[in-house]
């Protein structure tokens, strides 16, 4: 009686195909977080800098209404970088949400193909 050789290249690369789309999706996942990571990065560097600014204000100012107008020009201020911000997070969101789901339409044509073919 013979014994057919274990084949362990086959065996790995087959793990490596199985695996393949979890991978990916790791790979994805870790891009997004840091592209979260780096905009909120900057957003707290944004905020830092106009808190900072806000100290500063009492001692450069004459009287109260200029100060109030100069609060008023960095809250206008951070208010545009706040929306900016948020749209630039909404578009990542979209954008990974579009590499998710080609990821995904993907690997379903895959394993549909591979059950297709083995029945």
Excluded: C, H, W
């Amino acid at each position: 009686m013979t014994n057919p050789t274990f084949d362990f290249n086959a065996f790995v690369e087959a793990s490596k195909k199985a695996f393949e789309p979890a991978t990916q999706f790791n790979s994805l996942a870790m891009q997004g977080f840091e592209r979260v990571a780096r905009q909120q990065y900057a957003f707290a560097g944004e905020l830092l800098e106009i808190a900072i600014r806000q100290m500063q204000l009492p001692t450069q100012v004459k009287d109260v209404n200029e100060l109030t107008a100069k609060q008023v020009e960095l809250t206008t201020a951070l208010v545009e970088k706040t929306t900016q911000r948020s749209q630039d997070l909404v578009k990542l969101a979209t954008e990974q949400q579009a590499e998710l789901t080609k990821l995904f339409d993907k690997a379903a044509a895959d394993y549909a193909a591979a059950a297709k073919k083995a029945a």
